[in-house]
């Protein structure tokens, strides 16, 4: 099982980034996918998740609106659309897999990728 996440960067405040997760070794409908994000100095927080069974989400009330997860089965591939970027978005992105039933919390998930560097300047 892998996942890899890409697409972070550089942005200034109000602009916008795609975080792509590619995953692989299971299938899609196996698990739900979300994204994490750790802060410097603080722990692990869950932004957004997306169901691979009926394509239900989750958003974090500090991205509602401004954060959009989406799939593209095909691909393999789970998005993160953020727009009106804060500084206070700035972290390192991680996306990961847990099987249905379980939380969505750091301490649940069953595979981690790699992180992916976000820093919004004011």
């Known amino acids: 099982v892998q996942l890899q996440a890409s697409g972070g960067g550089l942005v200034q405040a109000g602009g916008s980034l795609r975080l792509s997760c590619v995953f692989s070794?299971?299938?899609?409908?196996?698990?739900?996918i979300g994204w994490f994000r750790q802060a410097p100095g603080k722990g692990r927080e869950g932004v957004s998740a997306i169901s691979g069974s009926d394509g239900s989400t989750y958003y974090a009330d500090s991205v509602k609106g401004r954060f959009t997860i989406s799939s593209d089965n095909a691909k393999n591939t789970v998005y993160l659309q953020m727009n009106s970027l804060k500084v206070e978005d700035t972290a390192v992105y991680y996306c990961?897999?847990?099987?249905?039933?379980?939380?969505?919390?750091?301490?649940?998930?069953?595979?981690w990728g790699k992180g992916t560097q976000v820093t919004v300047s004011s």
């Open positions: 990961a897999a847990v099987t249905p039933g379980r939380y969505f919390r750091e301490s649940d998930m069953n595979y």
């Open positions: 070794g299971f299938g899609f409908h196996e698990y739900h």
